[in-house]
């Protein structure tokens, strides 16, 4: 099944460390999208790649914060000097050209930082 | 600013009747708009969406209605059975005045449907 595939799945990490999280979308997806979602909250747009670039980097919360998309596919997206509020699930999601249809996500990264 | 809404953080419904899920937007910017369902511990998986140049969209027990005046959309379950239990979520997309593209959430409903 070739589905959205994160990893790692669960990553605890001391504060002040840098993460990285990885998304593979689906293949032939050229849309692709970070999300979070805090405790008791809904989903936070991050960013959002057509292709290799980056239109909108609006949603990210501040500089700590980047993302990569690489041969039109894999994307990484790391939290530099992690800070206790980054603690949340970070999901991923692609979808077929820019549409503004339906997005296949993944099953997400569970980030807690200690 | 919470360009999407969704006012009711949970919601229980008796098996068999129906569960209505409201949503609200601010931005007229979008057009195009999305529900998800999620179960814990699972990403967000697509349900029905809904075109602004419509105003309803039916798929099995799930009917999605939009009213563009109010900037309103609800979705309907009818029948509701247990597995339809978890987090919904509206979602809303549209191309802005900058031209970037954006798809904004809602907080999500818990619904809980008993049997």
């Known amino acids: 099944g070739a589905g959205v595939s994160q990893s790692p799945s669960n990553k605890v990490t001391e504060k002040g460390k840098d993460v990285e999280l990885r998304c593979d979308p689906i293949?032939?997806?050229?849309?692709l999208y970070w999300y979070r979602q805090s405790l008791g909250q809904g989903l936070e747009f991050l960013i959002y790649?057509?292709?290799?670039?980056?239109?909108?980097k609006s949603g990210l919360p501040s500089d700590r914060f980047s993302a990569e998309r690489t041969g039109g596919s894999v994307s990484t997206l790391t939290i530099q000097r992690t800070q206790q509020e980054d603690s949340a699930v970070y999901l991923c999601?692609?979808?077929?050209?820019?549409?503004?249809?339906?997005?296949?996500f993944g099953p997400g990264t569970r980030l807690t930082v200690t | 600013d919470q360009q999407v809404k969704q006012n009711s953080p949970s919601l229980s419904v008796q098996e068999g009747r129906i569960s209505i899920l409201n949503c609200d937007y601010t931005?007229?910017?979008?057009?195009?708009f999305l529900w998800y369902k999620k179960y814990p511990a699972e990403g967000p998986t697509f349900l029905i969406s809904?075109?602004?140049?419509?105003d309803k969209n039916e798929d099995g027990r799930f009917t999605v209605f939009l009213n563009k005046s109010a900037k309103h959309l609800s979705l309907h379950i009818v029948p509701s059975q247990p597995g339809d239990s978890a987090v919904y979520f509206c979602?809303?997309?549209?191309?802005?005045?900058?031209?970037?593209?954006?798809?904004?959430f809602g907080a999500g409903t818990r619904l809980f449907v008993k049997a």
């Open positions: 999601a692609s979808s077929l050209g820019s549409s503004l249809g339906e997005q296949y």
């Open positions: 293949s032939g997806h050229t849309a």
């Open positions: 790649f057509q292709g290799n670039s980056a239109p909108d």
């Open positions: 931005n007229s910017m979008f057009d195009y």
């Open positions: 809904i075109s602004s140049i419509k």
């Open positions: 979602a809303a997309s549209g191309y802005g005045n900058t031209g970037g593209f954006k798809t904004i």
